[in-house]
């Protein structure tokens, strides 16, 4: 599809202790940096080495909080729950009210996006297209949510939504899921063929899998580095997201 396409967001924040219950500000903080990054109106594309900035493109999406919720009310686009649970895995127990989470709206309509403390180092998770429609959304740590509040480096700048978010529209992850091989795909053209994940700030270049001399596209948001050293989806990416978006997302978003 030509033009940008709308999604309406409900971020349902799922808290035991006060500081869990994230402020508007905060997620408000989030909405702006999805919509800064998925329009490549980033400020920091700048950064992206000679070789791979013609390939930083606009993904033609925009995010914006539901205004109507499942019953037809007025709505924030904002639930908060509180929890007995401290600290959520990815078993999805936060989808649920049964299990001390917050139950999703419907998939159809929103893009669901969980906000609470997670174990384990996990920064956060995601559904697939094609997955049930009762667990589909992203999952979100508090702490890696948005820019301000509770937001801590390297992970404040409100990538990590971003990454789980490509995730939800069918990106893989750059390298392939190969653990550190060579054979593994994305998918995606445009994208080096690369070894593992990257962590930190890497200096570019950074050679894998005979990638050189541009080597691995690290400063991708679907690769592991910290929050400021990713700043672009390309065009093979975009081209993927918008053909989730005409396919098995083509319910949601205008
Ligand atoms: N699912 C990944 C994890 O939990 C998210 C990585 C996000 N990276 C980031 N720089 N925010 O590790
Ligand atoms: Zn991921
Ligand atoms: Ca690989």
């Not at 078993?91 to 709206?105: I, L, R």
């Not at 893009?111 to 997955?131: D, T």
């Not at 789980?164 to 994305?186: A, F, K, P, Y």
Request: hydrophobic fraction near 40%; include cysteine; proline fraction near 6%.
């Amino acid at each position: 599809r030509s033009g940008c396409t709308e999604i309406p967001v409900v971020v349902h924040v799922v808290w035991r202790v006060a500081a869990e219950n994230i402020s508007q500000a905060q997620i408000d903080s989030q909405i702006a940096v999805l919509n800064a990054d998925y329009r490549k109106h980033n400020a920091d594309v700048s950064s992206a080495p000679a070789p791979f900035a013609p390939l930083a493109a606009d993904s033609r999406v925009v995010f914006k909080l539901a205004t109507t919720d499942p019953n037809g009310n007025p709505t924030n686009g904002v639930t908060r729950t509180q929890t007995q649970v401290n600290g959520f895995s990815d078993d999805d127990a936060v989808k649920s009210a049964a299990t001390g989470g917050a139950n999703a709206w419907p998939r159809d309509q929103y893009l669901n996006i969980w906000v609470c403390k997670l174990g384990g180092g996990l920064l956060g998770y995601a559904q697939f297209p094609g997955g049930p429609a009762n667990t589909d959304g992203v999952v979100i740590l508090h702490s890696a949510f948005g820019t301000s509040g509770t937001a801590a480096a390297p992970f404040n700048l409100g990538r990590t939504a971003t990454h789980e978010v490509g995730h939800w529209l069918n990106l893989r992850h750059i390298w392939g899921d190969d653990g550190d091989g060579c054979g593994g795909s994305d998918f995606v053209a445009d994208t080096p063929n690369q070894a593992g994940p990257n962590f930190g700030a890497p200096a570019f270049p950074h050679v894998s899998c005979s990638n050189g001399p541009n080597g691995d596209m690290f400063m991708n948001y679907m690769d592991y580095v910290d929050d400021r050293a990713m700043v672009m989806f390309t065009t093979g990416q975009v081209t993927r997201m918008q053909a989730a978006l005409d396919g098995p997302r083509s319910a949601i978003g205008h």
